[in-house]
C-alpha cells in the first residue's frame, strides 16, 4: 500500500500558475511511474501528464503540453505539476498516481495502482 496526498490546489485567474504536489507515505518512489490525472464534474477522468521512475522520459496530453510540466524532486518520492498560464478549461480536480510496474502505456488509467484523494483546481475568467 502506498498512500498519495495531493496538496496545492486552488483557486486562481486564468494566465495564472499552481503548482501541485503528490506526497507519497513511502520512503522514495524511485522504481515508480508516476502520473497525474484530472476530472471535470460529469466527465471521465482524463490524462494529464506521467514522469517515468527514472525521471528520463515524461508524457503530456495534447491540451496541456507547453503549458504544464512534472517533475520529481531530489528524494524522488514527490512529484511536483507545474501549471502555467492556467484556462478555465483546466478547472478539475487533479489526482495523483503510482505504479511500481515499469510498464504499460504512461497515459492509461488502468496502468496506475495507486492513488490520491485529488485536490480542486478551479480557473476563474
Known amino acids: 500500500q502506498v498512500d498519495l496526498v495531493e496538496s496545492g490546489g486552488g483557486l486562481v485567474q486564468a494566465g495564472g500558475s499552481l503548482r501541485l504536489s503528490c506526497a507519497a507515505s513511502q520512503r522514495r518512489l524511485t522504481t515508480y511511474d508516476m502520473a497525474w490525472f484530472r476530472q471535470a464534474p460529469a466527465k471521465e477522468r482524463e490524462f494529464v501528464a506521467a514522469?517515468?521512475?527514472?525521471?528520463?522520459?515524461?508524457e503530456f496530453a495534447d491540451s496541456v503540453k507547453d503549458r504544464f510540466t512534472i517533475s520529481r524532486d531530489s528524494a524522488e518520492n514527490t512529484v511536483y505539476l507545474q501549471m502555467n498560464s492556467l484556462k478555465p478549461e483546466d478547472t478539475a480536480v487533479y489526482y495523483c498516481a503510482a505504479d511500481p510496474d515499469l510498464y504499460g502505456l504512461l497515459a492509461s488509467r488502468d496502468k496506475y495502482r495507486y492513488w490520491g484523494q485529488g485536490t480542486q483546481v478551479t480557473v476563474s475568467s
Open positions: 514522469i517515468t521512475w527514472s525521471g528520463s522520459n515524461t
